[in-house]
């Protein structure tokens, strides 16, 4: 009876050492990083495990067993799932490389375990395919092949601002910015247009789109809903492939990339604010929109977010990859703490500069650490970048503020939640 519920074996041989496999599996930026989006470890006999999934999907437990380097057993209760299943893995040396080994229960027979037994295995071997991925070259499978839509800025709307705008779901994404020559560009989205279902998911915030567009692969042909000016509207798309910046092999050449690309962003939005005085700096064009004073307010503390991620991930104690430059009193915090578009501009160059630093000085440790350092210089990397993405808002807003005889200076606290480029 114990061999029919225990059939779920899977294995895979990596060039890398036991004790880098054992940390995949009880580190949670290691965990992050290969399996999973969110991640909590613990690692200890009765330690508590979290792992959580965009699409939705988590799965909680404790460790049992903890062998360094050679054997972890942690219990498994995974959403919806009808009861709490096993997990065992076993790590061993064999010619400089690593063999590893992971069985996981089955939970029975019915058509509901079945079901839930199907969708384990595939979990596991698409995982175990990143596993060895991840640790011999650091390239996370799940960016390589997941498709995009081409957009950025995306925001969530609530139900209140839903309903102002005409639309019957209770929460849904507006797009802020549509990238030429990509998917969402092609088929005719627009900035500002509001989406409300990806192919068969729903879209009510930035998680079940990036569990949307996991489900894809480039060059599929999905149908997308959205709302324009309070009408409904469908349209089909080709998913887009993600571009895959590259990698520089160490800290310095990764820094001095960086570097490049702040420079060259940073000079664009200062000329782009170079004849923008106060009054029209302070200009909102809208409900929920921001002025050019939170814009450059915005990109500071993404910066800010910047750094405090890179330091937990080399600590590797990162818990949630979550920015929160959004938050209308962290803008109104810092406009006040520098109310002149100067000032900001000052003090985005000196984060940015803080940012290239931080990668030069780069342990040499971590930058050994292929699974985090690839996944540092892609988040770094990947074009269009965050600063440029917001050079067209800034001229944007300022062609509005010209237009206003009377431009209104009072802050309105922005209604936006999160940011992503997708």
Not at 7 to 25: R, W
Not at 229 to 251: A, C, H, Y
Not at 383 to 408: C, D, F, G, M, N
């Amino acid at each position: 009876m114990t061999n029919k519920t225990r059939n779920l074996k899977i294995s895979e041989t990596i060039n890398v050492s036991t004790e880098e496999v054992f940390t995949a599996f009880t580190n949670a930026t290691a965990l992050c990083e290969w399996l999973c989006d969110v991640a909590q470890a613990d690692a200890h006999p009765s330690g508590r495990l979290y792992l959580w999934w965009n699409s939705g999907y988590y799965a909680s437990g404790e460790y049992i067993l903890l062998k360094p380097n050679e054997k972890i057993a942690f219990s498994w209760h995974g959403r919806n799932e009808p009861g709490i299943s096993r997990v065992r893995v076993t790590i061993k040396a064999a010619n400089h490389t690593t063999h590893v080994q992971l069985e996981h229960d089955y939970l029975g027979s019915s058509k509901e375990c079945k079901s839930v037994n199907k969708a384990i295995k595939h979990g596991w071997r698409l995982g175990f395919q990143n596993l060895k991925s991840v640790l011999e070259s650091g390239i996370d499978l799940r960016f390589v092949r997941r498709p995009i839509l081409g957009v950025s800025d995306l925001q969530e709307i609530g139900s209140g601002e839903a309903a102002r705008l005409g639309i019957n779901n209770p929460t849904s994404l507006r797009i802020d910015g549509v990238i030429p020559g990509l998917a969402a560009h092609n088929s005719g989205l627009k900035s500002g247009d509001i989406l409300v279902k990806l192919g068969k998911t729903k879209i009510t915030g930035l998680a079940s789109l990036v569990g949307a567009l996991q489900k894809q692969s480039s060059g599929d042909r999905v149908e997308v809903t959205y709302y324009r000016d309070g009408q409904k509207n469908r349209t089909g798309l080709e998913l887009s492939p993600r571009p895959l910046p590259f990698i520089p092999g160490t800290s310095a050449e990764l820094a001095s990339a960086v570097q490049q690309i702040c420079e060259k962003d940073f000079a664009e939005l200062e000329q782009a604010a170079s004849s923008v005085d106060e009054t029209a700096a302070g200009y909102h064009p809208g409900e929920g929109e921001w002025s050019l004073h939170e814009i450059i307010a915005h990109l500071i503390i993404n910066e800010q977010e910047t750094h405090s991620w890179i330091a937990a991930l080399i600590e590797g104690h990162e818990a949630d990859f979550a920015y929160h430059a959004n938050l209308a009193s962290r803008l109104k915090a810092l406009v006040k703490t520098f109310p002149s578009l100067p000032g900001l501009l000052t003090e985005l160059k000196r984060n940015l500069t803080e940012t290239v630093t931080l990668v030069a000085v780069l342990p040499p440790e971590f930058v050994t650490r292929r699974r985090s350092f690839w996944r540092l210089g892609f988040r770094l990397l990947e074009e269009p970048s965050h600063l440029r993405v917001h050079i067209h808002q800034v001229k944007q807003t300022y062609t509005l503020a010209l237009a206003q005889e009377e431009p209104v200076i009072e802050a309105i606290e922005p209604n936006i939640q999160f940011e992503e480029t997708q």
